[in-house]
């Protein structure tokens, strides 16, 4: 039932009363619709917890900023669980202050303030600790004392060090709150990293990887080696060049048609080595400041020994025959989708607890990040389960949306519990778009649960201004996908402008590498890695870049120059980013800027300093820029002008 105090419209918080997200000591934005009847002043605050180690409650308080709309903030500081609680009360005594000073300045009559703030006064020092009670009985013996003039009997009542012991709800009747609101707090590289996707097999396998191609892609700032299915490849229906169905010998077949005779996903391709191979690779990332995460996928070739084992775990066509992926007009004629709701209870139970296992087999070989594909074609209630029985016992686990779905099926995925999505980044390009997407995903409501990944390019994407784009696409694009959110991922070769797509129509890459082995030169002298190294470097320097909630968009009188600025939590380091949109012609621009959203003085000039070139500009509220598509970006580290 409403009560006397209304609160509505929570945030964070999900659609369907899952667990909000954040992660330890991130500064997450609070707020809520909160009003009564009347005009008595209302106070509210946030309080949260760990609910899995019964904490003590923190608090902080929250501000009204107008139309009934509060907002403060919560931090959280150890992984996992959490809980939090809107409460409002009527501020007794600011109400009373209110009213007073203003029939103070009228001339009416106090009389009944007075007994009013003597009442008030007397509750509260039944509360106060002993050494604060004399200063309430002060202000309390001035109240009463009639031979003072108006003034001055209410001189220490109106006293800020008074006030403040009068702050907060008199008693427990006086509460009104809202039920306890889950919140999942993950470790930061849930929100922050940089993932890099490779194929092992075009490697040489997990050691040529780990002792030749790690070192220079830790070199270049990546924090996550993501690695496509590892395990054992059908023979049956095996892809071959192309995608098509006639393979050569030595064609490797696509990593997705998981399983053979060999096993199926918790087995290695012996092609890419062995366990102990496996484990050197997941050690030399670890030494190098890295992790690898594994792909997680959910189908079978014909050969998988599930297919043998447990036929009742897959979709059957009326003639009995099981049934091959679709997605019409694609055919997926090597891979065998996975039932997830058998006729049968006990088969369900047996499946889902089947498929939780092969998570905890890979954790248990030191991997801690998984990139699920395709979650949106299994049940939500499937994911639902898995996610939090994994954490149950390895809260410290990442889970990755593959998800290039409708949106809604996207929140959805999020609000059950993946950490992290894909995201439609790869199909906005314009400067309207990307500002009204980021702008949904940092402050719309699903900014309290769902965390965006943005990839310019995958195995599966070649898209945008890649297809046949040059060098000035590919700095552009990922330009964009370093800054504009904090998690961001590229698939191998895009560093050597790989842009050849399979047709007009179609969005994968010719002779994609699903299919076959890649040989490349990395040491090709014009490589983007030098910049994508430099770029990633400013990520790690500036705290900054590590959220997603505080970008703020920057007004050109240009539409091919899009401009932002983000500010750290704590206010002590600031950047803008300014990018030429346009990777064929010059664009110039005069920004306006919100001085206020950098934290600078709006009276006095500012130093930025940008990264690609190391010169030093003083800037004021409405600088001009000019960018050439061969150098498109500022990157621009701010910092006020010294006295």
């Known amino acids: 039932m409403i009560g006397r105090i209304v609160i509505a419209e929570v945030r964070p918080s999900t659609p369907s009363g899952h667990p909000a997200k954040a992660v330890v000591g991130e500064v997450v934005p609070v707020s809520a619709d909160i009003f009564r009847d009347g005009h008595d002043i209302l106070a509210a605050r946030v309080r949260w917890r760990a609910t899995d180690k019964d904490g003590e409650w923190s608090e902080s308080p929250l501000h009204l900023v107008g139309n009934d709309r509060w907002e403060g903030t919560l931090e959280a500081s150890a992984l996992g669980p959490h809980e939090m ?37 007397a509750a509260r020092s039944r509360k106060v600790p002993k050494e604060d009670r004399p200063a309430l009985a002060a202000a309390r013996a001035a109240l009463q004392d009639e031979s003072l003039s108006a003034w001055d009997r209410l001189r220490d009542t109106l006293d800020s060090d008074v006030g403040k012991l009068l702050e907060g709800p008199g008693s427990p009747r006086e509460l009104t709150r809202t039920r306890n609101f889950p919140l999942w707090v993950d470790r930061e590289r849930a929100l922050y990293g940089a993932w890099y996707e490779l194929f092992p097999r075009s490697e040489g396998g997990f050691r040529a990887t780990a002792d030749h191609r790690l070192p220079a892609v830790a070199d270049m700032g990546f924090d996550i080696l993501y690695l496509p299915p590892i395990h054992p490849i059908g023979a049956t229906k095996r892809k071959g060049r192309g995608n098509t169905l006639t393979p050569a010998p030595d064609d490797p077949g696509s990593p997705w048609a998981i399983g053979s005779e060999e096993g199926g996903h918790t087995a290695i391709n012996a092609e890419l080595g062995t366990e102990e191979d496996f484990a050197y690779l997941v050690d030399r990332a670890r030494s190098l400041g890295m992790e690898i995460a594994l792909d997680y996928a959910l189908q079978c070739s014909p050969d998988h020994p599930w297919v043998r084992d447990h036929p009742e775990w897959f979709h059957r066509r009326p003639d009995g025959s099981i049934a091959f992926a679709e997605n019409p007009p694609k055919k997926y004629e090597d891979i065998y989708p996975i039932n997830f709701w058998p006729a049968k209870e006990p088969d369900r139970i047996a499946l889902w607890e089947a498929c939780r296992d092969i998570f905890l087999h890979w954790i248990e070989r030191g991997i801690r990040v998984f990139r699920v594909d395709n979650p949106h074609t299994k049940p939500l209630a499937f994911w639902e389960w898995v996610i939090p029985s994994v954490r149950d016992r390895f809260p410290e686990t990442i889970f990755l949306a593959e998800a290039f779905t409708r949106p809604k099926m996207m929140a959805a995925l999020a609000a059950v519990g993946f950490s992290q999505s894909y ?76 842009n050849d797509p399979a047709s007009d129509t179609n969005e994968e890459y010719a002779d994609s590498e699903k299919y076959t082995l890649k040989t490349r030169d990395w040491n090709t002298p014009d490589s983007l890695a030098p910049w994508i190294t430099q770029i990633n470097r400013f990520r790690r320097e500036h705290p900054a870049l590590h959220r997603l909630r505080n970008i703020r968009f920057i007004r050109s009188t240009n539409d091919q120059i899009l401009a932002f600025s983000k500010l750290s939590d704590d206010g002590a380091d600031a950047v803008i980013v300014v990018v030429n949109l346009d990777p064929h012609s010059t664009q110039e621009a005069t920004l306006r800027l919100d001085l206020t959203a950098l934290g600078l003085p709006a009276d006095r000039p500012f130093n930025v300093t940008d990264v690609f070139t190391g010169l030093t500009f003083i800037w004021g509220p409405s600088p001009y820029v000019r960018l050439d598509p061969s150098e498109p970006a500022h990157l621009l580290s701010v910092r006020p002008v010294s006295r």
């Open 85 to 121: 609680v809107i409460e409002a009360w009527t501020d007794t005594y600011a109400t009373w202050r209110h009213k007073v000073t203003a029939k103070l300045g009228a001339g009416q009559d106090l009389s009944t303030e007075f007994a009013e703030a003597a009442a008030m006064l």
């Open 423 to 498: 995201t439609y980044f790869t199909w906005r390009t314009a400067k309207w778009e990307l500002e009204e997407y980021l702008t949904e995903l940092s402050e719309g409501p699903v900014a309290d649960y769902m965390r965006p990944n943005f990839w310019p390019n995958t195995p599966d994407i070649l898209s945008g201004p890649l297809r046949g784009g040059g060098p000035a696409a590919f700095k552009i694009r990922f330009v964009l996908a370093a800054t504009l959110t904090p998690s961001y991922g590229v698939y191998s070769g895009y560093e050597l402008y790989e």
